[in-house]
């Protein structure tokens, strides 16, 4: 079963496995227990980060405009 990620409050119980849903435009998508889809609402495509990079997604040029 999949479970949305999408206001702040449902992030917050996930933030700390998951960093990048920090982004004020990231919606995430938890697929069973351990794989969590994250996407951008202001991007297209797909962006890989390593977990242990937990901030990388803050150099992202296209968010940073």
């Known amino acids: 079963m999949e479970k949305y990620f999408i ?3 449902e992030k917050k119980e996930v933030i700390e496995k998951y960093p990048t849903l920090e982004c004020e435009h990231s919606i995430g998508m938890l697929v069973g227990e351990d794989y969590m889809s994250i996407k951008c609402k202001l991007l297209t495509g797909t962006c890989t980060y390593k977990s242990g990079a937990k901030n990388e997604y803050k150099n992202c040029k296209m ?3």
């Open 63 to 65: 968010l940073n405009r």
């Open 7 to 9: 206001t702040e409050d």
